[in-house]
């Protein structure tokens, strides 16, 4: 069992920057990837960003160049870097983590964006 805590959701200005944090109840350093799904009222749920075991990282098009996704093994947190936030951008944001067969969520939070 995985339970994972997201943090750093909220409002912000077009424009602005957001740092979502995930922190997970054991070591991620076997975790075969974890990342971030966003899902808007109305929108199917859609992969924001993941970090493999391996370290390779994976984005949606959209975001490439504004977020950044990266881990602290040692804190066993992952993050998710949101610069230049758009209107387009709000959503629920939800961490997981892929661990063998098993996929864990967390709770989500809410990113909103003002035009």
């Known amino acids: 069992q995985v339970q994972l805590v997201e943090s750093g959701g909220g409002l912000v200005q077009a424009g602005g920057s957001l740092r979502l944090s995930c922190a997970a109840s054991r070591s991620i350093i076997n975790m075969e990837s974890m990342g971030w799904y966003r899902q808007a009222p109305g929108k199917q749920r859609e992969l924001v960003a993941a970090?493999?075991?391996?370290?390779?990282?994976n984005y949606l098009d959209s975001v490439k160049g504004r977020f950044t996704i990266s881990r602290d093994s040692a804190k066993n947190t992952v993050y998710l870097q949101m610069n230049s936030l758009k209107p387009e951008d709000t959503a629920g944001y939800y961490c997981?983590?892929?661990?063998?067969?098993?996929?864990?969520w967390g709770q989500g939070t809410q990113v909103t964006v003002s035009s």
């Open positions: 970090i493999t075991r391996g370290g390779t990282t």
């Open positions: 997981f983590a892929r661990v063998e067969l098993a996929l864990y």
